[in-house]
């Protein structure tokens, strides 16, 4: 018990230390698009094409022209945000029977993260309206401010930590005790050997419990 425990503890320090040391916290911000077409008649071909268009829209971000314009909106750097860098740090979702685009930008900046995302929908939206020739999607939510980091967190890296050393602990002592073919008993001694145990030696400290008592 006292390794298994000491392996648990070890564990959970060793995920405060990665949190603390080297783990970089990340934010997200998610901002809102919803496609629609100008019409003032609602029939079910106006809803399948939007659904169609929904699919296309998610198709421009990944355009480089879109993150090109992107990055010369909020003028970075084009050494620090590549287009290959930007590309992983946006995500398009799409809910299921909607035509809502969720535009999610990761960062180590919270600020950054919120900029990105709403400088995606703009220029998005002004780059499918001039290039595909469609009905401009409203920007119906705009990014907020991410206030904590996303992922695990500190508690949560630390009760990862303390998990993964009680399980490694306890399948080093199956092992141990799997791989171990030595004898331990008299018994075992007597199935490896064929012959009766005429004696056993107590071990020192054993023995010295045994006088005391």
């Given at each position: 018990?006292?390794?298994?425990?000491?392996?648990?503890?070890?564990?959970?320090?060793?995920?405060?230390?990665?949190?603390?040391?080297?783990?970089?916290?990340?934010?997200?911000?998610?901002?809102?698009?919803?496609?629609?077409?100008?019409?003032?008649?609602?029939?079910?071909?106006?809803?399948n094409?939007?659904?169609?268009?929904t699919?296309?829209?998610?198709?421009?971000?990944?355009?480089?022209?879109?993150?090109?314009?992107?990055?010369?909106?909020?003028?970075?750097d084009?050494?620090?945000?590549?287009?290959?860098?930007?590309?992983k740090?946006?995500?398009?979702?799409?809910?299921?029977?909607?035509?809502f685009?969720?535009?999610?930008?990761?960062?180590?900046?919270?600020?950054?993260?919120?900029?990105?995302?709403?400088?995606y929908?703009?220029?998005?939206?002004?780059?499918?309206?001039?290039?595909?020739?469609?009905?401009?999607?409203?920007?119906?939510?705009?990014?907020r401010?991410?206030?904590?980091?996303?992922g695990?967190?500190?508690?949560?890296y630390?009760?990862?930590?303390?998990?993964?050393?009680?399980?490694?602990?306890?399948?080093?002592?199956?092992?141990?005790?799997?791989?171990?073919?030595?004898?331990?008993t008299?018994?075992?001694?007597?199935?490896?050997?064929?012959?009766?145990?005429?004696?056993?030696?107590?071990?020192e400290?054993?023995?010295?419990?045994?006088?005391?008592?």
């Amino acid at each position: 018990i006292k390794y298994v425990l000491l392996a648990a503890v070890a564990g959970a320090l060793l995920a405060l230390c990665y949190v603390l040391f080297l783990s970089t916290p990340e934010y997200q911000a998610t901002a809102k698009l919803y496609i629609i077409r100008n019409e003032s008649v609602v029939d079910m071909t106006a809803l399948n094409i939007g659904s169609a268009l929904t699919m296309d829209y998610q198709e421009v971000f990944n355009i480089w022209e879109v993150h090109g314009l992107v990055r010369e909106k909020l003028q970075l750097d084009h050494a620090e945000y590549p287009i290959s860098q930007m590309q992983k740090m946006v995500s398009v979702t799409n809910p299921d029977d909607t035509r809502f685009l969720y535009i999610s930008v990761k960062h180590e900046d919270p600020q950054m993260a919120m900029d990105l995302a709403n400088a995606y929908v703009d220029e998005a939206a002004e780059y499918s309206k001039n290039k595909m020739g469609t009905d401009k999607p409203s920007d119906i939510s705009e990014a907020r401010l991410p206030s904590t980091p996303i992922g695990l967190g500190t508690q949560g890296y630390i009760i990862l930590g303390f998990l993964a050393g009680t399980g490694l602990s306890l399948l080093v002592l199956v092992m141990l005790f799997l791989l171990d073919d030595r004898p331990h008993t008299p018994n075992d001694i007597t199935k490896m050997a064929g012959i009766p145990t005429l004696a056993v030696v107590p071990r020192e400290e054993a023995a010295r419990k045994n006088s005391r008592s």
